[in-house]
């Protein structure tokens, strides 16, 4: 089974990558949805508590915590739609990639997704998904919450980098050309 995770800031295009991905017949585990989940778990509101739980899970549970509830929901995705590749979207932290590369080996395949702050505020401000998506100041506190777990590593650690400042289309063209295998490792 091929693992392609996807790492990149706010509004830089994971969610159009999961989406080409869906749309290609490859399955998506959205490590937020952990994160999510656990917020309904504890009766709190994913929109408001949505860092803090994140914060909470790598502090109660060590700070793989995601990574590792995700990895089951990766194997039955692919064993589910009986799938050669899965995509799983959100990677955040070092010891995320680290425990990816470790439980895949050679079968992950980091995708870096990046765009400017101001092309990525202008997308969230037209997402308008919660407060932090229309205030630029509120997003730059997402984003320093977010390299504060190290993104900006991984970023760098990434084995393809996508820049997402073209059109839409070709945006989707190049997320189809990693889905099938054909970049270049390093590219």
């Known amino acids: ?69 995700s990895i089951p929901l990766i194997e039955e995705a692919a064993a589910d739609h009986e799938a050669d590749t899965v995509l799983v979207d959100g990677l955040r932290a070092p010891v995320e990639l680290e425990r990816f590369r470790e439980r895949f080996g050679d079968e992950f395949t980091l995708v870096a997704i990046t765009a400017p702050f101001d092309v990525r505020a202008e997308r969230l401000g037209d997402r308008g998904r919660d407060d932090s998506d229309v205030d630029r100041e509120a997003l730059r506190e997402r984003e320093e919450r ?17 820049d997402n400042t073209d059109t839409l289309a070709a945006f989707r063209d190049r997320v189809r050309t990693v889905l099938v295998g054909a970049a270049e490792v390093g590219e």
């Open 1 to 69: 089974m091929r693992v392609i995770g996807t790492v990149g800031l706010p509004g830089s295009g994971k969610g159009e990558a999961a989406a080409v991905a869906e749309e290609e017949g490859v399955p998506v585990v959205t490590m937020g949805d952990v994160i999510r989940a656990e917020c309904r778990d504890r009766g709190l509101d994913p929109a408001e508590h949505h860092g803090a739980i994140a914060r909470a899970l790598r502090e109660e549970n060590g700070s793989a915590a995601i990574a590792e509830r």
């Open 146 to 162: 977010e390299l504060g777990f190290g993104m900006g590593e991984v970023i760098d650690a990434a084995d393809v980098t996508i």
